[in-house]
């Protein structure tokens, strides 16, 4: 072995130790968070590695995603390919050039087109950079860094193979058209400076492959390359707005105000984001200029986490707080109250990351260790203890909406459901007409349905949210406690975050029964015909809107337009932002009890956005959506457009029958 | 020094009803809550041991179960919670009451000396206002009521400068401590206590004294002890108000029925 080729070695053993060795480092971190791996269902997670990372499927989803996918592809390809060049280097007799033709020719190549797209992605990627990122913060210097290095990566790589072309020792230039073109540049050139070329086009090669693998990828976002395959694969497979549970026990921790209290996934995660930005983009509070941005809270909690590595190892207090205003590495309370919980983030995200969890357990810890919350939620969080509503009404009135309908408290053997009314439902004037609504079509369907009245509590949706995990724990366990003492079988809500939580969260708590949203039990009614509608009452022309809580959280997009096309017999507008996209009314996550102070108002954007499609009426299926477009419709004095609930259309074109 | 809060359990009035027949009020399953004026009380005698050091006490009487009030305040605090209960405390009337708290605090002030009593103004079942400065003129502390602001305390001077809010007007009132303090909702935005304070309340010991402690003639405290008592309750008959319009459907046109009433009235002047 001559002396150039044990430099070579040593080199690349170093760097490939070095490799292993940083990732080792870094990945053995996220140990440092609580929680066990995720292993269970590994088919399924296999077939989400398969298809997500592998296949691209999430980054696909939006347009520009084809030039990540063609970076990622190729990158693979040329894994193989760098690997060969590593050996060659060191050992001649593995040079690709030994193998026969049939398979020689095609993998060359395959190298050079690839390698010609991949700078083709690399000048879209510098010009999409430069001109239209996403975030003003994505033109930055690593983010050019990386681009460039594969540019010369690439463009070394065409030099060595130009250089052999001209010495004459490539025998499938033929088939490699790029090469060959380049080889051109370089006819005239003697052997010894030909020898020259490409020793320096070698090391040029050489060094952009150790920078990407020595320094971007185990030290930089860049890190993704491997973790976001690894995110794909322990991605949560139900319900990933559904918070785990905590046990109230003297000395234990309640949410979490260090990046150790977070879990081992929340810490991957932070190491599998890309920085692309969407999670920010679709963010409805990030958009209408509050300080929350997504994409900046899982940056802050990997900020953090290597701000107090080693503090954290040797069991001292972290010198970065996690929940504060220390910049980079730490997230502001007011960010963390931005949250609406809509998920749109973890829709957006390419690699599953679980943002809104994350706000939770910061907001676990400021509510329950440290009783710090915006004003506003005291009263909600009093009169939920108090009065088990989030209004402080006394119990007594929960039933009064019924009166029409004559007692209805339930009883297991008459009736078929447990009409979950929810506080919106029992209490808000606006919603007690969707109420009856619902009882209505009930009543018209002959389904059999009955109310717990004072007894049914606050089904604690937005205390969970908002991090009351205490309270919240009371009343659900109360709740569950009062369904199996009545024997109750099937419940129907008519609010989204009832639903959520009763068909996810209370499922912690042993409730595993039948959970339907009216839109659905509305949908099946018309479909078995158990419900008729005598006369499709026209309505002009409506517009509906996604809630967080039943389209995306649930995946619950098509009863409702389904229902509403039934009932009218005409076709729906729909936003331009709708179904796994849609746009939040600013409500959940609490937000409906909050005051919203920063920015403009989410729910006047929604309306703005809807007032395009100039609907004579929204439809919604949601209370709090209801009460947030109707509300933003006076403040931007449309209020001449109706919001109406799907159950109300239907009341009116069953009205005929009576 | 001692921050004494005197807080009283009460049913939660909003959902107490009246039973026609008998008038009296029906009790039964109703939620017992903290006379929402004494949370303030409380809070502020936790903000003296959070400011000057003094030792926050919560003292309430009432029925054993009024341990639950009792032990909220814990989970918010206070140093410690007595709770004075004795059959023969029971069906007190205002006089009898500020009587077994004054001689409570007077007991406590034979060991550590007294500085200020908080008290809500008043109860919300009971809306009299008197037990606070019954208590006062019993020890004779200086009476301060209606305080909706600390302004000023000196230990060292054992003074204290508070204001009143009265009816349009504030009045900044000086005195000597040891004062009684009657508290309105401006004086303070009581704190929510944390999961931790919660769960250690759970097992913290509430003292309870009874008479055999406190050793007051019995004469002078229940229902013998009280020179009032109340003969009926009743809601009071009202002219049936009305509702106009359709304030869900038409609400500007509501809006305008409404004005045209007020104005027919002449109850809105223009
Ligand atoms: S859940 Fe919604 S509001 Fe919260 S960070 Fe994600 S996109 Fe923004
Ligand atoms: S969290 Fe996901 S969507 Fe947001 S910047 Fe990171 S990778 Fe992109």
Sequence with gaps: MTSSKIIILLLFSASGLAFVWSLYRRLSLVQLGQGKGRFDRFGERFGNMLLYAFGQKKVLARPYGVNHAIFFWACLFLVAVNLEFVLAGIFPALHLSHLPDALYVPIRLGSDLFSFLTLGAVAAALVRRTFFPLYPEARNIEGYFIVIIIAVHMLAYFGINATEIAQGQERASAWMPISLFASGFIKGASPAELASLHSLFWWVHAVALLVIFNYLIPFSKHLHVITAIGNCFFRDLDKPNTQPRETFEIGADFGADSVAKLSWKDLFDSFACTECGRCEEACPAHHTGKKLSPRQLIHDIKQNLLANREAIKNGQEPPLPLIGENGEGSCSEESIWDCTTCGACLQACPVFIEHPLKTVKLRRHLVQEKSSFPEELLNLFENSEQRFNPWGIPPSDRGKWCQPFGDRTFDAEQNEYLFFVGCAGAFDNRSKHVTAAVAMIMEAAGVTWGILDKDELCCGDSLRRLGNEYVFDQLAAKNVALFKERGVKKIVTQCPHCFTTLANDYRQYGLDIEVIHHSELIEKLLAENKLTLPQQKKQGKMLFHDSCYLGRHNDNFDAPRQVLKQATGSSLLEFGRNRENGFCCGAGGGRMWMEELSGTRINRERVQEALQQKPETICTACPYCMTMLGDGLKDEGAGEVKVKDIAEVVAEALEGQA | ?270
């Excluded at chain 2, 002030?109 to 008290?119: K, N, S, T």
């Excluded at chain 2, 020890?139 to 400068?161: A, C, F, S, Y």
């Excluded at chain 2, 304030?247 to 500007?252: A, I, K, S």
């Design chain 2, 1 to 270: 020094m001692l921050a004494i809060a005197c807080i009283k359990q009460v049913p939660d009035t909003t959902q107490v009803q009246i039973d026609p027949e008998t008038n009296t009020l029906v009790r039964e399953g109703i939620p017992f809550i903290v006379n929402p004026y004494d949370t303030h009380a409380l809070e502020e005698s936790l903000r003296m041991h959070d400011q000057f050091g003094m030792r926050s006490i919560a003292l309430s009487m009432g029925p054993p179960n009024t341990e639950a009030t009792l032990r909220k305040a814990c989970a918010l605090g206070v140093d410690e919670a007595i709770l004075l209960s004795d059959r023969c405390f029971g069906g007190a009337d205002t006089l009898a009451t500020s009587n077994v708290l004054a001689t409570a605090i007077d007991r406590l002030a034979q060991e550590e000396e007294l500085g200020i009593v908080f008290c809500g103004k008043q109860t919300i079942d009971g809306d009299t206002a008197q037990v606070g400065p019954g208590i006062a003129s019993r020890l004779g502390l200086q009476q301060l009521t209606l305080v909706d602001k600390i302004e000023h305390l000196d230990l060292e001077k054992k003074t204290i400068r508070v204001r009143r809010k009265l009816e349009g007007r504030h009045e900044i009132v000086e005195a000597p401590l040891p004062v009684m303090i009657t508290t309105v909702r401006e004086l303070n935005r009581p704190r929510y206590p944390t999961v931790p304070m919660r769960l250690a309340a759970r097992d913290v010991e509430v003292r309870t004294w009874d008479n055999a402690t406190l050793q007051i003639d019995p004469e002078t405290v229940g229902l013998k002890g009280s020179p009032t008592w109340v003969c009926k309750i009743f809601s009071p008959e009202r002219d049936q108000g009305e509702i106009i319009g359709d304030g869900v459907n038409d609400p500007d046109g509501t809006a305008d029925l409404l004005i045209d009433k007020l104005l027919s009235k002449d109850l809105l002047a223009l």
